[in-house]
Structures are given as structure tokens and as C-alpha cells.
């Protein structure tokens, strides 16, 4: 039984570059939420979706950043003309489809850095 | 907006001590979660806390809620150096918010 799958877990990018990082939530989990952690922070939340829709996109920056989560396939996180103040770890978490939501589980994080 | 404060933000504590991490939080909330985050890798989940006066205990950490104070306490009890990593709370409601850590260093 699978956990919270992200790839890649490590990605380098320059400046002006795109980065597509995925999240492939646990089986049977449809409610999918994407945080960021900058060195010696706390997460922060970015965007929740569930399949085909954005729940709740208040931390995401107003520009180059988008989610989804199609019916079919991972969830992804694009950043369009990465910045140097994008470098952070992108950690991704599932709950379950049905009854209370539960305690989030996280995938390792894709640690991004920007030259 | 849901504020969580951590405190402290580091500490170092020698071996067999015991010691309290704080987590206030400043909007109601009845359910607050305790990780554990080794460098570099993903956040382990160490307590759900959903109710006023819960407390839960997984060998030497102890975990307890206050909905009343909006505080919960993560102690440590003759602290291992296995115990050494950083210590996230967070608090619901969804999505969750997050304090900035405890770091904690556990030295012989």
C-alpha cells in the first residue's frame, strides 16, 4: 500500500526555467494539498484540490504558479519562470475521499533549487 | 488569521533531561497534530489531538491539548539522542497551519 508518492525528489533548475513537480496521492484518497517549506521554516500551505478542482487556492502566489489534479493521473504543481526564491522544499499531502478528514500524509518532498 | 507560535525554536538538551515544547495558537481549533521532520526528509505524524484535555503518550513524548489556552505541550522525558530532529505542531482547520519548528539536539 503505496504512501503519498512525489517525483522527482530532487530538482535543479535555472533561472527563467520550469519546474513540474507531481504528487500521486495514496490509494483511495482524492483530497490532495500542496505546502511549501523554505530552509528553517514551517510548512505553508499553497492549494487543496480534489479531483478536477481547486478547493482552496489562498497561498498560492498570485503569479506563475498554478495546480491540478485531472481525473486521470498525479497531481502537478508548475512554476513558470523560476526565481531564485522559489529553492524550497514542495511537500505534497492525501486524505482520504470519504468521512472525516483525517490526519494529512505527506510524501517526501521535491526540493527545488534554482541556480 | 490562524496564527501557531512554537516555542522554543531551538533547544539543546542533554540526555536523560526532560523539557516541554510549546504550541499556542490563536483562533479556536479542535484539532491540533504534532510531526516529527529528520533533515532533509518528509513529516512524520507523531499525535492527532481532537478534544480538550487529550493527552497521548508514545514512549518518551507526551502530547496534551488545552482548547481552553489554545496551547498544546509536547514533553519529552529522558530525552535519547534518537529524539534529535525538529518538531512541528499544527492546528485545523484544513488546511493546516504550521508553527515554525522546534530543533531539537539531543547531546551525550
Known amino acids: 500500500n503505496a504512501g503519498v508518492m512525489q517525483n522527482p525528489r530532487h530538482l535543479v533548475r535555472r533561472r527563467g526555467q520550469e519546474a513540474r513537480l507531481r504528487c500521486s496521492p495514496m490509494k483511495g484518497h482524492s483530497h490532495v494539498y500542496w505546502y511549501r517549506q523554505l530552509p528553517e521554516e514551517g510548512l505553508k500551505f499553497m492549494v487543496y484540490?480534489?479531483?478536477?478542482?481547486?478547493?482552496?487556492e489562498s497561498g498560492m502566489p498570485k503569479e506563475r504558479f498554478s495546480a491540478e489534479f485531472p481525473k486521470e493521473g498525479p497531481s502537478i504543481l508548475r512554476i513558470q519562470q523560476v526565481v531564485r526564491g522559489d529553492s524550497a522544499a514542495y511537500f505534497c499531502a492525501s486524505s482520504p475521499t470519504r468521512g472525516p478528514r483525517l490526519t494529512q500524509h505527506f510524501g517526501d518532498g521535491t526540493r527545488l533549487s534554482i541556480l | 488569521e490562524l496564527k501557531v507560535e512554537q516555542n522554543p525554536l531551538f533547544l539543546s538538551m542533554q540526555e536523560g533531561k526532560n523539557y516541554t515544547i510549546y504550541c499556542n495558537y490563536s483562533t479556536t481549533s479542535d484539532r491540533l497534530y504534532w510531526y516529527r521532520q529528520d533533515p532533509g526528509k518528509s513529516l512524520e505524524s507523531l499525535f492527532v489531538?481532537?478534544?480538550?484535555?487529550a493527552v497521548k503518550q508514545e514512549g518518551r513524548l507526551m502530547a496534551s491539548l488545552d482548547t481552553k489556552a489554545r496551547l498544546s505541550t509536547l514533553h519529552i522525558t529522558a530525552a535519547v539522542h534518537d529524539l534529535s530532529a525538529t518538531y512541528f505542531c499544527a492546528v485545523e482547520p484544513t488546511p493546516l497551519v504550521f508553527g515554525k519548528g522546534t530543533r531539537l539536539s539531543v547531546i551525550a
Open positions: 489531538l481532537l478534544s480538550n484535555g
Open positions: 484540490l480534489q479531483k478536477e478542482n481547486i478547493i482552496d
